[in-house]
């Protein structure tokens, strides 16, 4: 069965630290991935996404993941973070083998940011 | 222009009760699916919608749920018999027709409670 796990369903960081989440996937085929961002009090939000190319992607607010097939892996990172990126995040996927396209996500990271 | 709407934002009910929660999609959108949060999960599928039709649900977990989309656009998830564990944040999302490569773009959510 397809499923996503996100490693760090916690983490804290001081202003200014280096972020790395990790998300890996399960399904067979080729397939697009997505990280969605949840902040306090708002809907999922789309940070960025990969269906082909450059498996470097870059999304808003200097947020970056890198897709690395052979290890069913798609990290995502930031150099530098800050107070306003407290908030939970989701890595998704879906197929082009599912005509639905529905999204698989994983339990998803909360990020604490402190100033 | 406007996102995904989605009403109740709250819904309190008792257990056994029938609910109903509504989707209103982006215009333009013939896609539409619902999702299921649970509390410290990621958002898991529950049906898919392309124009009128559901074409996929595979992730409706009984027959107390049932979902219709009958004009295409608006989508009402209709719960029979709720039971506490059906407690949750109802997430609706809508995307293009071109869904091979567009996102999907949530709702704030209906936060369902069965007492």
């Known amino acids: 069965a397809q499923s996503v796990s996100q490693h760090n369903h916690h983490v804290i960081l001081s202003e200014a630290a280096s972020l790395e989440l990790g998300c890996n996937y399960s399904y067979g085929g080729t397939v697009n991935l997505f990280w969605y961002v949840q902040y306090p009090g708002q809907h999922l939000q789309l940070l960025l996404k990969y269906f082909s190319g450059d498996p470097l992607v870059k999304g808003i607010k200097g947020f970056e993941a890198e897709f690395i097939k052979s290890k069913f892996s798609f990290n995502l990172r930031k150099p530098s973070v800050q107070w306003s990126d407290t908030a939970e995040y989701f890595c998704?996927?879906?197929?082009?083998?599912?005509?639905?396209?529905?999204?698989?996500f994983g339990s998803g990271t909360r990020l604490l940011v402190r100033p | 222009g406007a996102g995904v709407s989605q009403t109740p934002s709250n819904k309190v009910t008792e257990k056994g009760k029938y609910v109903e929660l509504r989707c209103d999609p982006i215009?333009?959108?013939?896609?539409l699916y619902w999702y299921r949060q649970s509390l410290g999960q990621g958002p898991e599928f529950l049906i898919y919608f392309q124009g009128t039709g559901a074409a996929d649900d595979s992730g409706l977990p009984n027959d107390r749920f049932f979902a219709v989309r009958p004009e295409g656009s608006v989508s009402t998830l209709k719960i029979q018999r709720t039971e506490r564990g059906d407690s949750a944040v109802y997430l609706c999302a809508s995307s293009s027709p071109d869904r091979s490569t567009d996102t999907q773009y949530f709702g704030p959510g209906t936060r369902l409670t069965v007492l």
């Open positions: 215009s333009g959108h013939t896609a």
């Open positions: 998704a996927v879906n197929s082009w083998m599912d005509s639905s396209y529905k999204l698989i």
